[in-house]
Nanobody, 122 residues
């Protein structure tokens, strides 16, 4: 399964970005999620969405600022990021879940994209 994330870039604090991740195969039966890894830090969960968008989960650090969504017809998951902060700077990775459950643990996900860099300047 190939995942291609896009939409990263450089933005000033308070700005917005929208990340997209297209799966090279049908992923409509599986949850999808976003993780991130900042320089010198471990990878952390950002958000996940169940296969039919019935439920979504967010890390506390992004609640109220980020919104995850998906379009199963396009095998694509999105992450709308608003009110960005310098601490959001990281490489963002999308992933396809092992099941329809949108877990917050990396082990809940089977396939990973290459990542897209988000840099938020102060």
């Amino acid at each position: 399964v190939q995942l291609q994330a896009s939409g990263g870039g450089v933005v000033q604090a308070g700005g917005s970005l929208r990340l997209s991740c297209a799966s090279g195969r049908a992923s409509s039966n599986n949850a999808m999620g976003w993780f991130r890894q900042a320089p010198g830090k471990e990878r952390e969960f950002v958000s996940g969405i169940s296969r039919r968008s019935f439920s979504s989960t967010y890390a506390d650090s992004v609640k109220g600022r980020f919104t995850i969504s998906r379009d199963n017809a396009k095998n694509t998951v999105y992450l709308q990021m608003n009110s960005l902060k310098p601490e959001d700077t990281a490489v963002y990775y999308c992933a396809v879940g092992r099941s329809s459950y949108a877990g917050s643990n990396g082990a809940d996900y089977a396939y990973w994209g290459q990542g897209t860099l988000v840099t938020v300047s102060s």
